[in-house]
């Protein structure tokens, strides 16, 4: 029998969130299942992580390569592809992957513009169309759906609803949040009342203690925000097993790329920096398969093969990721920066190295910007670009780049360095 699927998506959640202390309801599911403790983003900016999610490859391959470019209705889309084999398909949330700037910021998404999913009730900008306590999404007819109260609550209910409805044929449903990610309109991270204040003393991440950003006056709100997420995904997975359907159920939550609260540019994420591209990535369900050392690198990019291969559903030779079912060892996750500037990075179990080349999209020539050994400086913050004492293993990551940018449609890169100061 083909098991349900559920993707529950956060919006800029760091891994290092998921704790007994924040997310108590993450941490049992990742008992029951598997936690992912080395999983990182392959496009640490919302648009493009979410089209590599939606057409299984590299944003250079579907031309998402920042936010505002819309992603076509070529190629085969995730949802797609279940449709095709029998599943129905349903979208719930946040979408950021029709707009040209806020095109769709007060409309509904065009059928066009979907990927392909059957059931819609979805906002193309809802960091726009909503905040912390209400605003609007669209359904599949283009119809105003208004809420009011806490947004995530919201977003479960409605997935709830629609779960709840009679079913002829397994269900994949993509449940997208908004948190924690910040709200636009006022650039602050919106929380429930009450929740702040239960992490005003919560410890501060090592690689964020000390250095300039607003880490300080956002961090507490940010918790509580995953806070509200975990006890969502408990009210999905306490539905499931009281209506019997846990058992046939794969739920998978992960994030699109993380948060570093300033802390390494002038923004929340576009960097190489763990805060920023490490993501948390948990499986559960009474349908789920051992997909072997949760240590492993993952890479986001794996996610929709091994969605495809749960299914039964076979995955398209031009999918660039890896199916976790597979047992296919990684030596490296590749990572492309894109619209703050155009970056790129391979992270192993040991380094990051990241270089970059400006804005211009898609050149050959890049240069140094940083070198970490996270053996040694868990908090990367130690930048050995320079260091003689890391020449060689900077010439090793700089071959990984280059064969991970060309197996991504890139022109072979040309490698040059850098003088950089300091230390982060």
């Known amino acids: 029998m083909r098991p349900d699927i559920i993707f529950i998506f956060s919006d800029q959640q760091r891994a290092d969130t998921v704790s007994p202390e924040i997310t108590p309801e993450l941490c049992k599911m990742a008992e029951e299942g598997a936690k992912f403790s080395s999983a990182y983003t392959c496009q640490p900016v ?94 599949g007819e283009g119809n105003e759906v208004r809420f009011d109260g806490v947004r995530a609550d919201k977003m479960t209910d409605l997935a709830l609803e629609y779960l709840k409805k009679p079913k002829e044929r397994p269900v994949f449903l993509f449940l997208s949040f908004l948190e924690p990610h910040q709200q636009n309109t006022s650039g602050r991270f919106e929380c429930p009342q009450g929740y702040a204040e239960r992490f005003r003393d919560f410890p501060v991440p090592g690689d964020l203690a000390g250095l300039k950003g607003n880490y300080r006056e956002n961090y507490a709100d940010y918790l509580g925000c995953c806070k509200v997420l975990d006890e969502n995904v408990g009210k999905i997975v306490r539905f499931l097993k009281e209506s019997g359907r846990y058992e046939k159920t794969l739920i998978v939550y992960c994030s699109d790329h993380g948060c570093h609260f300033m802390t390494r540019n002038g923004e929340y994420k576009r960097s190489c920096h763990q805060g920023s591209v490490h993501i948390p990535l948990i499986f559960g369900g ?58 790129r990075c391979v992270i192993t179990d040991r380094y990051t190295y990241s270089v970059s080349s400006g804005t211009n999209y898609c050149p050959r020539a890049y240069r140094d910007d940083y070198l970490y050994d996270r053996k040694t400086d868990e908090f990367e913050r130690r930048n050995l670009i320079n260091s003689p004492a890391a020449a060689e293993i900077k010439e090793k990551l700089r071959a990984l780049l280059a064969r991970e940018m060309i197996k991504s449609g890139e022109k072979a890169p040309v490698f040059k360095r850098r003088l950089i100061k300091g230390n982060i």
Request: glycine fraction near 12%.
């Open 46 to 139: 919302c648009g493009p992580a979410r089209a590599c999610l939606q057409t299984g490859v590299y944003a250079t391959q579907n031309g998402c390569v920042t936010n505002g470019i819309p992603m076509d209705d070529r190629g085969a889309h995730l949802a797609d592809l279940f449709t095709a084999a029998g599943y129905e398909t349903a979208y719930i949330g946040k979408w950021h992957l029709a707009s040209r700037g806020l095109e769709y910021r007060d409309k509904g998404v065009p059928k066009k513009l979907r990927g392909g999913y059957e059931y819609w009730l979805a906002a193309d900008l809802l960091e726009f169309s909503s905040n912390g306590e209400g605003g609007v999404l669209w359904d």
């Open 286 to 343: 009474g349908a789920f398969e051992d997909m072997g050392d949760t240590s492993r690198l993952v890479s986001l990019i794996d996610l929709p093969p091994t969605l495809l291969k749960a299914a039964g559903i076979d995955v398209p030779e031009s999918f660039s990721g890896i199916a976790l079912q597979d047992k296919s060892e990684r030596d490296c996750v590749f990572v492309q920066i894109s619209e703050s500037h155009n970056g």
